[in-house]
């Protein structure tokens, strides 16, 4: 390659490559170097294939004359994906056929579409979230008391005890609408009620869960005073919560759910719920990220849960802690004041260290 050419290729903030008719690299210039992560002894004399795409790729993106953008996914030499965005123009030089690629690394901007993409989904969920559990919650709660009743009129047998799993996955169900209906309601409330029963319900109806997967739920559930929460936000963080756990437990795992009243400032109280577990945990980048809303690594999964988990303390004033070691297991751990705070800044959470972090 010429001197003034390389020069000028050199210089360009967009990286470039140019290859010859079998995909054998002849020039990288300092920016490719910079997006690939590799010098230019190491690119020049590689094949793209190894770096961006297969030849054939490329002369096909080559034929449309470097007008469309194409775009691929690669690896670079620190293990560290990248998505980059690239056109393919033809060089004539002499009797060699040669192509020039200029590509850029557009995974910023694919993550701010993605961050777009959920952020309407939100949108579209609030508007017709109302209306889906009106429709839903009072025809099962008519299936909860029917079955309730024939369960009782029933002697023991067989038939009883498919019953009484079916009220389980009933009661499971409406535990999930709560979670869903709680999107937008403060757990703060006037009028107080009996916090400690309404977590004993949400164990009670998930161990049906643990039990046949052989894992081991394990309530510390003390007799608390009335609190001015709302029992159904408080089952819904609890259900999410443990589900999260059950899911990441494998048998012969253990979940252990404990609440307590701690001292705060003054004579002030906190009401503290950690849901700990001895399973699969979570690498750092899925810690980092596993509050975002509809973010799963679940091949089934919503990503709502410790959205709503989250969402729920912070607007209440408290604070949430996660530590998770993979392989170990993860703790979560919440803390609400139990008197509303004047302000709205959330205090943040002290954090514990345990055995079995996520």
């Known amino acids: 390659m010429e001197e003034d050419a390389a020069s000028v290729l050199m210089a360009l903030s967009a990286a470039v490559l140019v290859i010859d008719r079998d995909g054998l690299v002849l020039f990288a210039n300092a920016r490719a170097c910079e997006i690939l992560g590799q010098s230019r002894g190491a690119l020049c004399g590689a094949m793209v294939e190894e770096l961006l795409v297969p030849l054939e790729v490329i002369r096909n993106a080559a034929e449309t004359g470097g007008e469309e953008r194409l775009r691929a996914r690669t690896i670079r030499s620190d293990g560290s994906e990248l998505v980059l965005g690239f056109r393919a123009t033809p060089i004539e030089s002499g009797k060699d056929l040669r ?12 993550r701010v579409g993605e961050e ?76 107080s009620a009996a916090v400690d029963l309404a977590l004993r319900e949400v164990v009670r109806i998930l161990d049906r869960q643990a039990a046949p997967r052989s894992v081991r739920l394990v309530a510390d559930i003390p007799d608390m005073p ?25 048998s012969g795992d253990r979940i252990d759910v404990v609440a307590r009243l701690v001292k705060s400032e003054g004579d002030e109280r906190d009401f503290e719920l950690e849901v700990r577990d001895d399973g699969c945990g979570m690498t750092p980048e899925v810690r980092e990220r596993c509050t975002e809303p509809f973010f799963t690594t679940k091949p089934k999964g919503t990503g ?30 919440i803390r609400i004041p139990v008197r509303r705070p004047r302000l709205s800044r959330p205090p943040p959470c002290r954090s514990g260290t345990h055995d079995a972090q996520r």
């Open 99 to 110: 192509w020039a690629i200029c590509f850029q690394d557009i995974g910023a901007i694919e």
């Open 116 to 191: 777009r993409d959920r952020l309407m989904q939100i949108v579209g969920i609030n508007e017709v979230l109302p209306a889906v559990l009106h429709e839903l919650k009072n025809p099962l709660a008519a299936i909860d008391n029917a079955v309730e009743l024939q369960i009782e009129e029933m002697a023991d047998s067989p038939e009883r005890v498919e019953l009484h799993a079916i009220l389980g996955e009933i009661r499971r169900m409406k535990l999930t609408l709560e979670g869903l209906g709680s999107l937008e309601r403060d757990i703060h409330v006037t009028r």
């Open 226 to 250: 009335l609190l001015p929460f709302a029992p159904s936000v408080v089952r819904a963080i609890a259900f999410n919560l443990i589900t999260n756990a059950l899911h990441a437990c494998m």
């Open 304 to 333: 709502i849960g410790l959205a709503l988990v989250s969402r729920i303390v912070r607007q209440a004033g408290g604070g949430l802690a996660i530590a998770s070691v993979p392989g170990a297991g993860t703790s979560v751990r």
